[in-house]
Nanobody, 125 residues
Framework: QVQLVESGGGLVQAGGSLRLSCAAS????????MGWFRQAPGNAREFLSV????????YYADSVKGRFTISKDNAKNTVYLQMNSLKPEDTAVYYC??????????????????WGQGTQVTVSS
């Protein structure tokens, strides 16, 4: 049974930082890419970043490049999203997701097979 469990969300002031975690189980992670998405009320689910588990290579949306960093801990089967210089417009529910990695980056939410339950991030001005 595949499980992705996010944690680390919360309330932070503008300019602050948060680190989200996503613990994965039930997957052979070396074959997968792990992505982060977010969804604000009334908006579509937005791609943020993805990491290829085996190679460790990463890809970012332009909207978060330079502010957010994706990383992983092989021993813990956990992927992280370090978010710095947070803005009120970063307020959303943040999700991690997984899909089989075939050598190409996928940025559409519909390309991902497995999802976590989401964690709320609220940035106050």
């Amino acid at each position: 049974q595949v499980q992705l469990v996010e944690s680390g969300g919360g309330l932070v002031q503008a300019g602050g930082s948060l680190r989200l975690s996503c613990a994965a189980s039930g997957l052979t992670l070396r074959n997968y890419a792990m992505g982060w998405f977010r969804q604000a009320p009334g908006n579509a689910r937005e791609f943020l970043s993805v990491i290829a588990w085996s190679a460790g290579s990463t890809y970012y949306a332009d909207s978060v490049k330079g502010r957010f960093t994706i990383s992983k801990d092989n021993a813990k089967n956990t992927v992280y999203l370090q978010m710095n210089s947070l803005k009120p417009e970063d307020t959303a529910v943040y999700y991690c997701a997984a899909r089989w990695y075939g050598g190409f980056w996928h940025t559409s939410w519909s390309d991902y097979n497995y999802w976590g339950q989401g964690t709320q991030v609220t940035v106050s001005s």
